[in-house]
C-alpha cells in the first residue's frame, strides 16, 4: 500500500466520481468499495447501504473517494497535476475532464466534480527549469495566456 494517498470528499458522487476517472484514464481501475453500516450511517446521516468509501488507482497513485455529505467542497488551493508526454495527451484530458471553461487558466481545469487539475506536458518542466532566465521568461508569458497549455507555442517562446 502506498503510504500517502488523497481521500477525495464528495457529497455522494464517490462512486460516479472514480468510475468517470478511472475511464478517462489508462492504466487505472476501481480496488475496492465499502458501504455505510448502521453505526456510520447513524453518525454521518448518510443512508445504511449506500458507498461509503471507493478506492481506486490512476498510472500507480492510490486515492479514496469518500460520501461524506455535502460539509466539504473543493477548491483550487488543492489540484492534481498530470505530466503529458504529448499535445495528443493535453488535448484529450482537458476534452473529457474540462467542466468550466471560465475556470481553465494556464493548464488548469476543474472537471464535472468541482476538482481541479493541472493538465502539464513533461516538456514545461524542463522549459522552466532552464538556466537562462530570459527563455524562462518568455516561456512563463506565452504560458500565462494560455488556457490548455499549447506545446508548440510553449517551444516557440522557449526558443525567441
Not at 23 to 45: D, H, M, P, Q
Not at 49 to 75: D, K, M
Not at 92 to 110: I, N, V, Y
Not at 118 to 130: A, H, R, S, T, Y
Request: neutral net charge; hydrophobic residues 40%; glycine residues 6%.
Amino acid at each position: 500500500m502506498q503510504k500517502i494517498s488523497p481521500c477525495l470528499w464528495f457529497n455522494t458522487q464517490a462512486e460516479e466520481a472514480a468510475k468517470f476517472y478511472t475511464s478517462v484514464f489508462k492504466n487505472s481501475k476501481i480496488l475496492r468499495t465499502s458501504y455505510y453500516g448502521r453505526s456510520a450511517a447513524e453518525v454521518s446521516g448518510m443512508p445504511q447501504g449506500s458507498v461509503l468509501t471507493v478506492e481506486f488507482e490512476i498510472e500507480g497513485q492510490y486515492f479514496t473517494a469518500l460520501n461524506g455529505g455535502p460539509i466539504f467542497q473543493f477548491t483550487p488551493a488543492i489540484s492534481l497535476m498530470v505530466n503529458c508526454q504529448s499535445q495528443a495527451e493535453v488535448d484529450e484530458l482537458f476534452k473529457k475532464m474540462s467542466a468550466d471553461p471560465k475556470a481553465e487558466q494556464c493548464g488548469w481545469l476543474k472537471d464535472k466534480f468541482g476538482i481541479s487539475w493541472q493538465i502539464v506536458p513533461e516538456q514545461l518542466n524542463k522549459m522552466m527549469e532552464d538556466k537562462d532566465p530570459e527563455k524562462v521568461e518568455r516561456v512563463m508569458q506565452a504560458m500565462l495566456k494560455m488556457k490548455k497549455l499549447d506545446i508548440a507555442g510553449l517551444e516557440s517562446a522557449y526558443r525567441g
